[in-house]
């Protein structure tokens, strides 16, 4: 099974999200997930480590920048499909992908596809900022993610085309992975996205203060602050981040690290 695009107007009416349930926490761990339970089945998220997460669903596992030990996985449902937002290390590692994928289909950028080797490189689909992916019964949207800041502008360059993704289930429910970003205007003008994956850590990110204002605008129903640990003292707080958001959102502090 391959991944097929199409290309499509980034800012089209967006799908009508799906009510859940009160979010429900089956358990606290890396190989325990958290459900959300909605009307259209049950997801059950693995925050793996800092940017890597899987989310099952009843239409099959996505792994998201998959790095570190394969072992980590070991009692996660093996993936059906993955997504790697962009080249850095802990976000993209040849190793755990070719432990893990198994010639299942991976969604990538440009830049990180042409440091794929030949073998992942058939596996692979490149997913650009004007495409839709679709796998089964999925459609992967490319949501940029760059830094704005000007000091920051080199760990993240808006022209090197790294993703986020926004992957929609049938029924409409949204998972938003923002990959390393600020909190640029594509990401506040998100709509209807159930679960949103934010990243915040300095100097390669944002600070929870940034993070927080973004989710305040396009309102997720649930947030998990992820990517948190930075280099030195630009490291956030997720339980001041989670304080600053409104309360139409439910932030989840996940056991990232």
């Given at each position: ?83 790697v937002t962009h080249e850095h290390g802990d976000h993209y590692s040849e190793d755990v992908l070719l432990a893990l994928s198994n010639g299942v289909p991976i969604g990538v950028n ?148």
């Amino acid at each position: 099974m391959t991944l097929s695009r199409r290309h499509v107007l980034m800012g089209s009416a967006a799908l009508t999200g799906t009510a859940f349930l009160p979010f429900q926490l089956k358990a606290a761990g890396h190989s325990s997930g958290d459900i959300v339970i909605t009307d259209r089945g049950t997801v059950t998220i693995y925050p793996v480590g800092h940017a890597s997460f899987a989310m099952e669903t009843d239409w099959g596992t996505v792994y998201v920048d998959p790095v570190g030990e394969a072992q980590a996985y070991e009692n996660i449902p093996e993936p059906n499909l993955i997504l790697v937002t962009h080249e850095h290390g802990d976000h993209y590692s040849e190793d755990v992908l070719l432990a893990l994928s198994n010639g299942v289909p991976i969604g990538v950028n440009q830049a990180t596809y042409d440091k794929f080797s030949d073998t992942l490189k058939e596996r692979a689909t490149v997913i650009t900022h004007d495409q839709t992916a679709t796998f089964r019964d999925f459609t992967i949207d490319a949501i940029p993610a760059y830094n704005i800041t000007e000091d920051r502008l080199n760990f993240h360059p808006r022209d090197r085309g790294d993703n986020g993704y926004v992957v929609t289930l049938p029924g409409g429910f949204r998972m938003y992975a923002s990959g390393d970003t600020e909190d640029i205007p594509e990401m506040r003008a998100l709509e209807n996205i159930d679960v949103a994956f934010v990243c915040m850590n300095l100097p390669f990110t944002m600070d929870a203060e940034a993070a927080a204002s973004a989710v305040n605008e396009f309102a997720p129903r649930v947030c998990y602050p992820y990517h948190y640990r930075g280099r030195d003292d630009g490291t956030q707080d997720p339980t001041e981040f989670a304080q600053m958001v409104s309360e139409a959102t439910k932030t989840h502090l996940g056991n990232w690290y």
